[in-house]
């Protein structure tokens, strides 16, 4: 079923587009702000967003950028008054599939829902089918809005950002939606894996080479700082860089200029830097492992990618967004997932954070039989570190009961009123507890 959120405050006006749409088959979400609408965006996947373009907190043309960014094929409709066409028009530049006029006329913007459906915009889709969707889901616990926060506010600056982490907690996502809300988000965004370059390669890589500058360099390459020019490197695992490339990676960031290997010429480079880690780079650098001014010349901002276990409320919104994905991709049709599976995922600790969390439920998704996803399609770990921990706890729990209960009453003879005293609970509590564990 097409999926479609109305974003407008004209509440009466919603509800009379929403009962129309709904008798044809639409499943129609409404909310009044801008606020609201990205809100939503994070929860669900909607194949249309149909906006008014003038919305109490902000103008529906941020909201279709913010769309564009983060979902790339999803659709936007603005809906417009006469007054306002130019301004459509140009949001028909900035990604729009479409704009209609106000009054609305249901006829038409349903023409216009269907046309947008149909023509899902190939391009995208090929994206998406090629690379893995780079959809940012932001999370509605208050910590994942402050992070949103941030990267809103650093995005379209020129800062280097350092983002910090565990392993798989999104610092890769949260550097590509940096790019993709800057002035560079046209140009490339080149991600190293800094950890997977060989040192004695390390130079080569990231500044080029001229043909015959060593063995095996049989023709001239282009560094990824070259390559990035005009838009933004991503290096990873920043501290697996050996001192050798720190040094130099420092000097080619303060000129702006890279020489490759064996030539004698710079060349000019503008790119943005954001690195990541999941080490602790300030130890390192008390320890002399890593350059301190490098340290602050790529720290200028930083962020924390939150870890599964510091978001708890987040779990289901990404666990959900997982699903769809998942049904998506093996062509299934998994509605959710059992209650004991939710609180299975809640317990678990997740040590490999989003990546370990997309990985299980996409095997739940291939794995599952029925309707919602049960804890025979999760895998035994997940039961062994979650549930057990707890039975565990209340197992240990009784047996120091039982324990204290037995001593106090031998210490008391028997005396059933001596020992609850001793235990400092009421006697009754102490003859159900008695009674729990058949010692009458
Ligand atoms: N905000 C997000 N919204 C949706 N999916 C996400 C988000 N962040 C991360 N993911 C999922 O988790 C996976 C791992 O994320 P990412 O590669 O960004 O983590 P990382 O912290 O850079 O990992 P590593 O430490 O291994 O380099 C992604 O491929 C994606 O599937």
Redesign the pocket.
């Known amino acids: 079923m097409t999926k479609i959120l109305l974003v407008d405050d004209d509440t009466t006006f919603c509800l009379m587009l929403k009962t129309w749409l709904s008798k044809r088959n639409f499943e129609v979400d409404e909310v009044f702000s801008c606020e609201a609408a990205l809100k939503s965006l994070t929860a669900h996947q909607y194949d249309v967003v149909l906006t008014d373009l003038r919305l109490p907190d902000k103008d529906g043309i941020f909201l279709l950028k913010n769309i564009k960014a983060t979902h790339p094929a999803t659709q936007v409709i603005l809906m417009t008054g006469y007054a306002d066409i130019q301004t459509a028009v140009e949001s028909i530049k900035a990604g729009a599939f479409d704009y209609v006029s106000k009054p609305v006329i249901p006829e038409e913007i349903l023409k216009k829902i269907e046309d947008a459906v149909a023509k899902k915009n190939p391009a995208i889709q090929q994206k998406t089918e090629t690379k893995?969707d780079i959809?940012?889901?932001?999370g509605t616990s208050e910590q994942a809005d402050k992070l949103y926060e941030y990267i809103q506010l650093v995005a379209p600056t020129q800062m280097t950002v350092l983002i910090t982490?565990e392993?798989?907690?999104?610092?890769?996502?949260?550097a590509r939606l940096i790019h993709e809300r800057s002035k560079r988000k046209n140009g490339p965004f080149v991600a190293v894996d800094c950890g997977a370059i060989p040192k004695e390669l390390a130079a080569s890589e990231f500044f080029g080479h001229i043909k015959g500058a060593f063995t095996g360099a049989v023709s001239d390459k282009t560094g990824y700082f070259v390559s990035a020019s005009g838009g933004t490197i991503f290096l990873?695992?920043i501290g697996n860089l050996s001192y050798e490339i720190q040094v130099q990676l420092l000097r080619a960031l303060e000129e702006r200029k890279v020489k490759p290997v064996g030539s004698n010429k710079e060349i000019d480079f503008d790119v943005r830097i954001i690195s990541?880690t999941?080490e602790n780079l300030t130890k390192a650098v008390a320890e002399g492992k890593f350059r301190e001014d490098l340290y602050h010349r790529l720290n200028e901002f930083s962020l924390k990618?939150l870890s599964l276990r510091e978001r708890p409320e987040d779990i289901i919104v990404?666990a959900n967004?997982f699903l769809s994905k998942s049904n998506e991709e093996l062509d299934k049709n998994v509605i959710g997932f059992e209650d004991k599976v939710i609180r299975i995922f809640k317990k678990y600790a997740w040590p490999g954070n989003?990546?370990e969390m997309?990985n299980v439920v996409k095997r739940a998704t291939l794995l599952c039989k029925t309707a919602f996803i049960t804890e025979n399609d999760i895998p035994a770990e997940l039961l062994a570190t979650s549930e057990n921990t707890a039975d565990d706890f209340s197992s240990r729990r009784e047996k120091n009961e039982l324990e204290l209960i037995k001593e106090a009453l031998a210490k008391c003879n028997n005396n059933k009123s001596e020992a609850a005293r001793l235990l400092k609970i009421d006697r009754k509590t102490l003859y159900n507890r008695l009674k729990h564990y058949s010692l009458e």
């Open positions: 893995e959809s940012y889901i932001k982490g392993s798989g907690s999104g610092k890769e996502y949260i990873d695992e990541a999941n990618a990404f967004h989003l990546r997309r």
